[in-house]
């Protein structure tokens, strides 16, 4: 094994997992920075304005080669992440139409990421993310990627928007939260899941408000750099 593939077998690994963490936070982070009192803009696409954005629930197609195992310490084997249980986020425009924002899919090795370097965010080296928009629709066999089988908008939820609203901080909002995501789960939350659920939110809400009310987006290129990583 390559020294490359070996680095892009463990950035898999350290991909597994929680996807509907990461989208809902990443959608939540939106709603907070672009459709609040203090927001500069809103979010569009092209020309047009976005209408709607959420969640949405699925299956994700995958050849079963680039699924992962795993052999524990005790011999038990167990799968990586369900492509029937995936997450994604969707957006909706004011025409109609319909977007995809997928941060999930690079476990499954699909190696489509785009490059870090012009937008600081250290210390990523590579940032996976598939964006179906209006030109990767026209590639054969992409409606069949995504099979949806429910959405939830986060950019509408009374719950989501009172803990940006009625709250001095949204720490204390957190039991909000954590409702909210064992409810689309349909389980309780874990103790790790407590854990970084706040840090992600942190994480996420500082960088991505720091980048817009510090005009750090002004220095973005205009064009997103994408990169394929083969095997």
Not at 164 to 178: A, K, L, N, S
Request: proline residues 6%; glycine residues 4%.
């Amino acid at each position: 094994m390559t020294t490359q593939i070996r680095e892009k077998l463990y950035r898999r690994i350290a991909c597994d997992g929680y996807d509907f963490h990461l989208h809902w936070i990443i959608a939540f982070s939106l709603m907070d920075v672009f459709y609040t009192k203090r927001s500069k803009f809103k979010l569009k696409y092209k020309s047009c304005p976005i209408a709607d954005f959420g969640l949405a629930h699925g299956k994700f197609r995958v050849m079963p080669q680039d699924r992962l195992a795993y052999v524990l310490p005790d011999g038990t084997a167990r799968r990586s992440q369900d492509p029937n249980n995936h997450w994604w986020i969707y957006l909706t425009t004011m025409k109609g139409e319909e977007l995809i924002l997928d941060f999930g899919a690079y476990v499954w090795n699909l190696g489509t990421c785009v490059k870090p370097d012009p937008y600081d965010f250290k210390p990523l080296g590579m940032a996976p993310a598939l964006f179906r928009n209006r030109e990767l629709s026209k590639v054969p066999n992409i409606e069949e990627q995504f099979v949806e089988r429910e959405r939830f908008s986060v950019l509408k939820d009374p719950e989501l928007q009172s803990v940006i609203h009625d709250f001095d901080t949204i720490w204390e909002g957190m039991p909000v939260c954590f409702e909210y995501a064992t409810s689309k789960l349909k389980r309780e939350l874990g103790a790790f899941e407590k854990e970084i659920i706040p840090e992600w939110i942190r994480s996420i809400f500082t960088n991505l408000g720091t980048s817009i009310y510090e005009n750090e987006w002004k220095k973005w290129p205009t064009t997103t750099q994408i990169c394929i990583e083969a095997d």
